[in-house]
C-alpha cells in the first residue's frame, strides 16, 4: 500500500536531517512526540490545504520545550510544490548546524589556489 502524503512528507523531512520519521504517528510514539526522531530538533510535520503557523507554533515549541528540544515546523501546502521550515530566528544557528551535520560533505573548489607568482 503506498504512504499517504503526510508520511512522504515525513521521511522527506527526516532524511533532510539524516533520521528516520517516528513510528506511529508522533504524539503517539514512546520514542518522542517529534515527527522525526532527533536527539536535538523537535520536529513536527504539516501537510494541509491552509495553515496557520501562529496558531500551530506555540504549541509545538510548548512540546519541544518538554523534551528539551528546539522546535521546528516543517510545512508543505498542497498548492505549492516546496517544503517550508519554520524557526525560531534564535534557533537558526544550530538548526542550520543539524542540516548541515546530516548532510554529505561537499567540497567545492572556487577560483585556483595555487599562485606561482608569489
Avoid at 47 to 57: A, C, G, M, N, P
Avoid at 89 to 105: F, H, I, N, Q, T
Wanted: net charge positive; proline share 5%.
Amino acid at each position: 500500500m503506498p504512504d499517504k502524503v503526510w508520511k512522504k512528507q515525513e521521511r522527506r523531512i527526516a532524511k533532510k536531517f539524516g533520521t528516520s520519521r517516528t513510528p506511529l504517528s508522533g504524539s503517539r510514539s514512546l520514542h518522542t512526540g517529534s515527527d522525526i526522531i532527533h536527539p536535538k530538533l523537535y520536529v513536527e510535520c504539516k501537510y494541509r490545504k491552509r495553515i496557520s503557523v501562529l496558531d500551530e507554533f506555540p504549541g509545538v515549541a510548548k512540546r519541544a520545550k518538554e523534551e528539551n528540544k528546539i522546535p521546528v515546523m516543517a510545512i508543505k501546502s498542497r498548492e505549492l510544490k516546496d517544503d517550508f521550515f519554520l524557526i525560531r530566528a534564535k534557533d537558526l544557528e544550530e538548526v542550520a548546524k543539524e542540516l548541515k551535520a546530516a548532510m554529505p560533505k561537499i567540497h567545492v573548489k572556487v577560483g585556483d589556489d595555487t599562485n606561482d607568482s608569489e
